[in-house]
């Protein structure tokens, strides 16, 4: 890095330069060919280049990527304790991420929020819980916004039989509610006191915040809007697993049964299901190792229990939530569950596509298996709304049908009967095929203008214990851009489907 001299062609004697000889505009412009970890180490190289360290302009770069254009809210208003105290570390959590929690799952979603406004808050990464609404409760408060036309068409009668209609049939955009926080306020805001005079002493550090239901919390521990006197903020880490091998087992009355990996793999087992986004970078945290479970028998036994046991395939690194509250008192993002989880180890969660692309009539001509592409949410009767992955996938010839596409909807949330990690229903695109009943005919005012389909889809007895599931012709309808309807023939029911677009704030 130092000058000197050296002989040039010739036999004249030239200066050696280095990056410290350099005008700061020509220095700028090459670490803007650097990525953020390579900027600091060429900073902390020597004295000269140290010096450049704080200069904003070359953090205000790396800033933007993360929309951060304006560090008002921020403490010291500095683009450089912006990045490298809270984006460099913490913005790979930026996005949804899919729990492997035992037959529901879960989804989180971290979003960066650029501070004042309302609330009166510095800038800071929020953690989401996705909730949705829960059957049976609160049918009154449910509004239409979710709705389309046709959602209503063909209902008899009205009141509470047509609102319980609607909570059945039609799935329900999720609501966010607050969960973590990764700020530089002391003490932690309360999330629902948010825009209330407080003094805040500002952190050198960002503080990792969790807000759990109080452990005398007589209330729902999920549901979305937690009175204050409820929640107990407290510390919580966040740390990156390695690949592991760790999955989980059903211990219940009839012996036991894997539960479904997370993620889960293609048939081929070559590649992970299309909603897992292994493109994305996992954030800068500290890494611990998913400890293994001992590989014992467990017998059947009653209650039905949930046990670590080691899964048959690799199970690729993953975010991992420790919070300092012990015991059962911590579960605020945990679904609720009828059986007991014994495995040591929390869930996981993993990087989950976010992706949201416009669909296309089913008239239209240029209309194609592809355009189903993403993230959906599907209405499953009393279990209540769930998120799907669809997606296109090319099929050899087997006994049943000719190569070609196939339609796969995957589970990311799921239920009790058919949890999480399954597929739920499939169809074959290769050519559209007459209605097998009709009941779409009911729902569906004109048939013609929709892409019609047959398939089958998963279904089982409490638990989805080994060999009690089964398969259910389907007659499959896509209606609109964005809406599928399916008629389950074993269940005489008629589900409709939602492309995601984003949740309720």
Known sequence: MNGGHFPCLGGTIC??????????????????????????????????LARWRPEESIWRRLCLPYGVADVTNFPNKSFYTTYTRLLHPFGGLLGLWASDMPYKGNVLEFRLEMGGGSEGLLGGIWGYVWRFPEFGAGLESQDDSDLDADDTLHVVGGGNAQQLHVALNVPHRPRLSRMLRIGFEQPPPMPDRLGEHADYTISATPQLTCYA??????????????PIDTLRPHGVGLSVTRESAEGYVVAHPYGTSTHPSFPPRQPSLDRFCGWYDDSRPMPRLRTVTVPESVDKFHGPRYPITIHGSPSELPVPPALYISCSLSGERCR????????????????????????????LPPADPGWTPESLTGLWLGAYGPHGTEVLYIECVQEEANDWHEPGKMVRATKITGDVNVPRGTWTWMFYA????ELMSDQLADVVPDLSLCRLFTGQGMTSSHGYFDGRQALSFLDVAVTGPNTIKIDWHDLDHVSTYRRFRGPKL
Not at 213 to 218: F, K, R, V
């Open 332 to 359: 605020h993002h945990y679904p609720h569950i009828p059986f007991q989880l014994k495995r040591t180890f929390p869930p996981l969660y993993f990087p989950l596509h976010a992706t949201v692309q416009k669909g």
């Open 430 to 433: 290769g050519q559209e095929a």
């Open 15 to 48: 200066s050696r330069r280095s990056l410290t000889d350099l005008p700061f505009d020509c220095l700028q412009h090459v670490l803007a060919y650097l990525e953020a970890v390579d900027v600091i180490s060429t900073l902390s190289t020597c004295h000269s």
């Open 213 to 226: 239901p109080d452990e005398h919390n007589t209330t729902n521990p999920v549901s979305a809007h937690m």
